[in-house]
């Protein structure tokens, strides 16, 4: 089983952190269905085959953004924000996993080497973020 955390403020998930990636299911979808990113976790025999396909487009992508970081090396420190307000702080090292739903900082504790996915396309830094510190 995949060691999966949630960070909630009230009944919000704020956070979602994937610490360990040992499973026994082919296939998990930890996030809620109402997430405008899908976090699918994989662990998939060789061999294995998924027929060619292509996804439905969304109709309205008036949504909310998220972020997903995947730490492949190094050490970070993540603050969450529910509006301006910070409610927790999280460790992430290397393997980790985390999907972001709220406002967030991030100091670099170690030489870092990450990836990010969020909603695009990119419109320019002054339309990217709203300062919360």
Known sequence: ??????????DEVLAIIVRSRDSDKNLEFPTPNDFPLQLGLHIRPKGEYIKA???MPFKNLNIESQEIFVIEKGKLLIGLYRGKIKHTEVTLTDGNIILLNCGHSIKFLEDTKMVEVKQGPYRKKEYEKIPLE
Do not use: A, L, N, V
């Not at 089983?1 to 009230?10: F, G, L, N, T």
């Open 1 to 10: 089983m995949s060691k999966i955390e949630y960070i909630k403020k009230d």
């Open 53 to 55: 396909h292509t996804h």
